[in-house]
Structures are given as C-alpha cells and as structure tokens.
C-alpha cells in the first residue's frame, strides 16, 4: 500500500509544533502500525532527517509503553468495526486502505506533558499507583492456596480490572482527560481480593488525591475511555472507585498530607 501520513511534530514542550505530511510507499498489510512507522524512520534518516519520536517496547500489546492518536482515536480503536480493542502495537495496516490518509498525534492531556513529537510523559499514572502503597502481607511460609476463599464473580471481576496495561488511552480519549477508568483499575483489582483489604480505604483517598494533584480532568461518564482501552476495561469499575470512596470518607480515611 502506498499512504500518506500527517504527523505531528514538535521538538520539546517549548516549541511550537505542527502536522507534517510524509508518503510512505510498498507497505504490507502484514506490518503492525509501528512498523509503519519505523519504515517510515528509516526514510527520514536516510535523507538526513529528524526522526519521528514514539514511545514502544514490547509490541505485544502488553506493556502500556505504546500509544498515539490515530485519525482521532486512541490506538485507533472505534475505527474499524471488524478490528478488535487493541494497542496501537498490534494494529495492523490490513485495517487501512491503498491511498489512505492518516493523522497521527500524541496524547493530549495536561498530565501528560510532551516529551517530543508522538512521545509524551506518562509518569503520572505511576505516581498514582505510588500513591496507593504496599498491601499488609505476613512473613513466613506461603498460605495454603485454598485457605482463603474468593467468590468467583470477585475473582473475575479482579482480574477484568488488573489487566489494566496503564497506556493512557482512556486519559486521551476523554474530553475531560480523566484517568478515572485507569485508577479505577487499580483500586478494585486489590479491593476486591482479600488482601487488599487492610489497606483498603487509604488505598482509594491517597490515590484519588493524587489524581487530583496530577491535573487530571473530572470523569461525566462519557464512556470514551471503555471504549478507547485496548483491554476493554468496563466502566462499572469507575462505579465501584466511587463506592470505595464514598465509604472510605464515611469511616474517616483522607489523604496523607
């Protein structure tokens, strides 16, 4: 396939960037998008150019590491009825056209800070996690496995959540740039396990106080972020945070100063 590629390019967060057409030629349909997008590298460097800059690491799908807006949509998902949810990593170029055009940019948000071109800093869904700390956990010789009984819709529902890959999409499709369906996540997988519950409480306020630190939008229940999360994470998880939050205010929990 031959197409042509609107990129977004910008030097640092202090420079003015803008769209930048590239045709990019003989692409198989077989190549994921970043493939693409390192054929596309290699044009660059061999006519002496600049690089476009892009965060990756394993491609698999698993890591969180990579992430654009592709024509509008993080990763790409919603644009094609026939692709499933997925990172942007395992997109593959079958899904375009001969001849399309496509504009690639990064995450937008106020938390996520540019780095350069489609890279941008995501460390604030790190501090987040940080902010949520350790779970109690005794020494010794490990518990017999079936000693502590888990329902199985609990289980089930923990682990829907703790697949969670922490990429950001969820925050750049949101009008609002809420990370609300990311901390979600990561308060119900352990809310929902017996382990996580001494530290329950704090848990949810430490962590949706530093959600707020970071700059991070407000959630209205849009629904962009269900449906932009390459493991396709529910909202009902957003539903449960508030539940924990609401009852952990009720017991007398607040954010550590």
Not at 35 to 51: A, C, H, R, T
Request: glycine share 8%.
């Amino acid at each position: 396939m031959n197409l042509k590629l609107r990129v977004w390019r910008q030097r640092s967060a202090a420079e003015k960037g803008q769209m930048v057409t590239y045709e990019v030629t003989d692409v198989s349909p077989d190549m994921s998008f970043l493939e693409m997008l390192d054929v596309l590298n290699e044009q660059l460097i061999l006519n002496g150019e600049d690089p476009v800059s892009f965060d990756h690491d394993c491609r698999e799908g698993i890591c969180g590491s990579c992430g654009v807006m592709i024509n509008g949509r993080a990763h790409g998902n919603g644009l094609f009825d026939s692709h499933p949810q997925t990172a942007t990593c395992q997109l593959h170029m079958r899904s375009f056209k001969d001849g399309d055009t496509i504009d690639v940019e990064p995450w937008r948000a106020t938390a996520f800070p540019l780095i350069k071109d489609l890279a941008v800093d995501r460390s604030a869904l790190d501090r987040i996690i940080q902010a949520g700390g350790y779970i109690s956990a005794p020494t010794g010789t490990a518990p017999e496995a079936h000693s502590i009984l888990v329902a199985k819709k609990d289980s089930d529902a923990a682990f829907d959540a703790a697949t969670c890959i922490g990429c950001g999409a969820c925050v750049a499709a949101c009008p609002n740039a809420s990370s609300m369906l990311f901390t979600s996540a990561k308060v119900v997988h352990l809310g929902l396990m017996p382990q996580g519950q001494p530290e329950r409480n704090d848990r949810v306020v430490n962590m949706i106080h530093q959600q707020d630190l970071e700059g991070f939008g407000g959630c209205t229940n849009i629904g962009e972020c269900s449906v932009s999360c390459p493991k396709g994470i529910s909202m009902e998880n957003i539903s449960r945070l508030n539940h924990d939050l609401l009852g952990a205010l009720r017991a007398g929990a607040r954010p550590k100063s």
